[in-house]
């Protein structure tokens, strides 16, 4: 059945839509451009022909019929993947449904423009930019900051650098919880790139005599302890998609979420108790991975469970922006003396340097019980051990500074609190 596509011309600010009488899809760019031989994380909604979310799994194509892998839903249709574009290549997303092949092509990638990243921190949010102005008007100056109309940061650009990276800091007593607009300026203000992130500040779970299903969502997205809050809402940040009244709830610092509640004319009730995630947590790290991560996957408490052949396959699929390597013996060189990277075995990158820059790719570091492994080590871990999984963004503690973050993975000991295991 051939596919009847309709395409919109992409722009700043918009989304590039593809349909056909079975579903449709948007596709979100983060920095609202791709740009040719760098580095995106594009978001996506996909959707049937009512409107509603679909969960689905897409392959990611070219037009010379290669395949780069696989993208999935994530949350109500949303997903995200990361793609290099290259010159004389035109890019899709393909599916199955009801035993036909359907295909969405991807935004026209450009050899001009600005690429932007940005990425969670433990002191914020890290990002990367690779300048490819074609014109002095086009050149970027600063980046801003913006949370309820005020801004709350600016970095100036260095004149004529192409690649640039560097910390947003949330540290600051000015930033509070909620929505922030990050921009990329030119010398004449006007904005070249743009990116909505969610800064996180600790909220307590707030509950409400009288369920309201928004506030039960708005109150589920800001919980750090749930193991996909922080993503799902973060790819609402991407796709700039939400729910009529939930940005209301988001996009003040936490007295005004309280404030929205109250107005509700419900009573409100704090509640401090630790979850079992938490506490978890807190019986299997130690020091420097005690804190800090971008995600937990709690596989005793949570919804998830490790069915696949080993847990690098389950962690392809599970944790957005991970890419692996798999290992190649016979095309590569002889494994290197560092068994922490060696490039003919297995070697997992993460998001947050998977790169723009000139740096080259720094590989996550791997832990065992906090003990670092190699990636063809972890692939032998037993499944039904592990109990726990850490993502950190950048892990001070790995060799060369851990600029390509790192995995803690924890397996079962046993708790003489509970007299078993965890």
Known sequence: MKCLSAILVLIWGTSLSAQNNRMGIAFFP??????????????????NAKGEP??????????????????????????????????????????TIDSVEQSFSLPTHSAKGLALKLNPNPQGFQFEMANHAETMEEQPVAIIGEMNGRTVFRIEVPTGKQYFRGLISTASASILSGIMKVTVLSKE????SERLVFVHRPIEKLQVTKIDALLLEANWYVQTT???????LDLQMLTRDFKPGLIQLLSGNAPMVMDSIKSMNEVVVRSKKRSATE?????????????????????VNGPDKIVHENIIEFLKFKVPGLSVVDPNYENSPMPSLDPFDDPSAYRIYYRQQATISSLGNAPMAIYLNEVQISPTVLATVP?????????????????GGGAGGALAIYTKKPNPKKGSSF
Do not use: W
């Open 54 to 95: 679909l969960a689905v799994r897409f392959k990611i194509v070219d037009d010379k019929k290669n395949i780069y892998g696989e993208a999935s839903a994530f949350h109500e249709g949303r997903g995200s993947f990361e793609i290099i574009p290259e010159e004389g290549y035109q890019y899709f997303l393909t599916c």
């Open 279 to 299: 506490e978890m947590n807190d019986f299997y790290s130690k020091g420097f991975f005690s804190s800090g991560e971008t995600k937990i996957i709690d596989l």
């Open 30 to 47: 983060e920095g609202g451009k791709l740009i040719t031989g760098e580095s995106c994380i594009i978001g996506f909604k996909a959707t």
């Open 189 to 192: 203000n006007k904005a070249i």
């Open 383 to 399: 499944a039904n051990d592990i109990v726990m999984i850490k993502v950190f963004s950048n892990f001070a503690l790995a060799p």
């Open 226 to 232: 749930e193991d996909s809050a922080k993503q799902a």
